[in-house]
């Protein structure tokens, strides 16, 4: 199994400019979540799903939308990039039942 | 609103010896709190998972407590390791809600010198 992966693993964007993050995963789960960190800050919840077609707002949810079309794929997408949204963008999921959550590696986003 | 706090955020030890990684939160209220190590450029791999009803849980040389009344939680480090180095962090989840959703701390850099 290959677990949570993330595409792509780092991405310079200017101003204004949009992309996708994809997030994918084959542990059958059914919760996916996205998150960011930045430094001197602990990572704060984006958005999330509770399963295939379904997401909610985290903590820090403005300027990015998402979208759960498969299980298996969580989609984060910046419409109009800016600089306060350079960071880590980590993805993560986990089981229906469970407690713990697998991260993928993370994707590096520079927005200049 | 919950927040949690590890101090400290760096710590650079010799190899072998023991050490105590320390994280706080004010809401005593969780339902669980978990420890999780972050190496530099990869994702958070989870180490210990504590309930609220537990006062500890361990793994090979990681044993991790949890003191809810006074909102504290700790994890041992026996004998470290350099492969013990990386950054730790801890996480709490509070109770209501299904979300699973973690507040987590800025995490404490660890190095253990050879």
């Known amino acids: 199994n290959a677990g949570v992966t993330q595409t792509p693993k780092f991405r310079v964007l200017k101003t204004g400019q949009s992309m996708t993050l994809l997030c994918a995963q084959d542990m059958n789960h059914e919760y996916m979540y996205w998150y960011r960190q930045d430094p001197g800050m602990g990572l704060r919840l984006i958005h999330y799903?509770?399963?295939?077609?379904?997401?909610a707002k985290g903590e820090v949810p403005d300027g990015y939308n998402v979208s759960r079309l498969k299980k298996q794929n969580f989609l984060l997408g910046l419409e109009s990039a800016a600089p306060s949204q350079t960071s880590v963008y980590f993805c993560a999921s986990r089981v229906w039942r469970g407690e713990t959550q697998y991260f993928g590696p993370g994707t590096r986003l520079l927005v200049l | 609103k919950q927040e949690v706090t590890q101090i400290p955020a760096a710590l650079s030890v010799p190899e072998g010896e023991n050490l105590v990684l320390n994280c706080s939160f004010t809401d005593s209220a969780i339902y669980n709190l978990q420890w999780f190590r972050q190496d530099p450029g990869k994702g958070l791999t989870s180490l210990l998972l504590i309930q609220s009803s537990q006062r500890e849980q361990t793994s090979g040389r990681l044993n991790a407590s949890l003191d809810k009344s006074s909102g504290r939680s700790t994890l041992y480090i026996a004998a470290s390791q350099p492969g013990d180095s990386a950054t730790y962090l801890c996480?709490?989840?509070?109770?209501?809600?299904?979300?699973?959703?973690?507040?987590f701390g800025t995490g404490t850099l660890l190095a253990v010198q050879p």
């Open positions: 996480a709490v989840k509070n109770y209501g809600g299904a979300t699973n959703k973690l507040i």
């Open positions: 799903s509770v399963g295939e077609g379904t997401t």
